[in-house]
T-cell receptor, first 117, second 109 residues
Framework: GAVVSQHPSWVICKSGTSVKIECRSLDFQATTMFWYRQFPKQSLMLMATSNEGSKATYEQGVEKDKFLINHASLTLSTLTVTSAHPEDSSFYIC?????????????FGPGTRLTVT | GQNIDQPTEMTATEGAIVQINCTYQTSGFNGLFWYQQHAGEAPTFLSYNVLDGLEEKGRFSSFLSRSKGYSYLLLKELQMKDSASYLCAVKDSNYQLIWGAGTKLIIKP
């Protein structure tokens, strides 16, 4: 099956610094990737849809200037948490599928656990 | 608005059968998914239904009734490793996945 990787798998950073998380589709091209955030004991919350070659579409309530998304190629999307604060500590998961319409399964990366101290 | 409802938590016994229900109200429908998520891990795909009826895959089966906006995931011969959260998600008319809050399944010996 299709594989999506994320790097790093976990990161600890100091408050005020920025953290970049990479999401790669290893054996398929993904025109669309999705970024989710999940707090403990809560469900997935879609943050934004990353579209190759264009600007990301952010969900309501997600600050686009704080969570910078870049989808520069068909196999890589990055999420940068800028000026991180302790409340940004969460589990960040990306997912991708080759074509949202006719390839129905979404493949998830293993997730990145971010802890901001 | 769009809404997906599923029970917050269920408990079952090892070797038994459990049914996790999911009801949805979405703008359009392009398929319903069930995912399994163990604590601290990413979700893994279990099943997909787009037409009414039952889809069976080993110990897991998923049922869909589009007219009722209803689905269930049936887990048979429960094993301890089945303890996890089970997420119901629906693709709406824009092919966007709408997620339920998940059902935490606790398996007891």
């Amino acid at each position: 099956g299709a594989v999506v990787s994320q790097h790093p798998s976990w990161v600890i950073c100091k408050s005020g610094t920025s953290v970049k998380i990479e999401c790669r589709s290893l054996d398929f091209q993904a025109t669309t990737m999705f970024w989710y955030r999940q707090f403990p004991k809560q469900s997935l919350m879609l943050m934004a849809t990353s579209n190759e070659g264009s600007k990301a579409t952010y969900e309501q309530g997600v600050e686009k200037d704080k969570f910078l998304i870049n989808h520069a190629s068909l196999t890589l999307s990055t999420l940068t948490v800028t000026s991180a604060h302790p409340e940004d500590s969460s589990f960040y998961i990306c997912s991708a599928n080759p074509r949202a319409e006719d390839f129905y399964e979404q493949y998830f990366g293993p997730g990145t656990r971010l802890t901001v101290t | 608005g769009q809404n997906i409802d599923q029970p917050t938590e269920m408990t079952a016994t090892e070797g038994a059968i459990v049914q996790i229900n999911c009801t949805y109200q979405t703008s359009g429908f392009n398929g319903l998914f069930w995912y399994q998520q163990h604590a601290g891990e990413a979700p893994t795909f279990l099943s997909y239904n787009v037409l009414d009826g039952l889809e069976e895959k080993g110990r897991f089966s998923s049922f869909l009734s589009r007219s009722k906006g209803y689905s269930y995931l049936l887990l048979k011969e429960l094993q301890m490793k089945d303890s996890a959260s089970y997420l119901c998600a629906v693709k709406d008319s824009n092919y966007q996945l709408i997620w339920g809050a998940g059902t935490k399944l606790i398996i007891k010996p």
